[in-house]
């Protein structure tokens, strides 16, 4: 009756919901939120009205809830556990639709001629994935980039018949 769609991280309530007075309205967000609560794998649920304004002086998952509300989310910000996922139709668990770190670091894989394997292990964004593309085919970035390429090792130039590399000083 009170629950007409859950999209991204937030309950959405019936325009009957609206109509309640005041004190209604705290105890079906209450109740709401406690059965959320109770269902595997959903980890945080917060009444979206508490969590809205004063975001830089939110800590944790508030300080993202916070952040991440607009003005048409929900009546009820809900997040999963780690290892679980939020989905609106999709089966497969691909989303990146909460706050919770497993949703918001995505690994990036970049197989490129000339360079090396490995990691890069400060943060990226994925603002860089556009000029590292660009920059690995030799044309120029995008306009509006306003981010570096990721920074990838290059490969030593290799020597003719096994011979070792020679590198300068």
């Not at 325009?15 to 980890?43: C, H, N, S, W, Y």
């Not at 975001?55 to 009546?75: F, V």
């Not at 918001?104 to 860089?128: K, N, W």
């Not at 970035?141 to 030593?156: E, H, K, M, V």
Request: hydrophobic share 35%; aromatic share 4%.
């Amino acid at each position: 009756r009170w629950v007409v769609a859950c999209a991204a991280s937030t309950i959405y309530l019936s325009d009957e919901f609206a109509t309640l007075p005041p004190e209604k309205q705290r105890q079906t967000l209450e109740a709401v939120g406690a059965a959320v609560a109770k269902v595997p794998g959903i980890g945080f649920v917060k009444n979206s009205v508490e969590l809205r304004g004063n975001c830089n002086q939110r800590t944790g998952l508030d300080a993202l809830a916070c952040r991440s509300l607009n003005d048409e989310s929900g009546e009820i910000f809900i997040a999963p556990t780690a290892g679980s996922s939020l989905s609106s139709g999709y089966r497969t668990g691909t989303s990146h639709g909460s706050p919770t770190r497993e949703d918001r670091f995505v690994p990036i894989i970049v197989s490129a001629p000339g360079h090396e394997p490995g990691t890069v292990d400060e943060p990226t964004s994925m603002l860089q994935v556009a000029p590292t593309v660009s920059a690995l085919l030799g044309i120029a970035s995008p306009q509006g980039a306003t981010l570096p390429p990721i920074s990838l090792r290059r490969r030593a130039p290799s020597s003719p018949r096994g011979a070792p590399a020679r590198t300068s000083r």
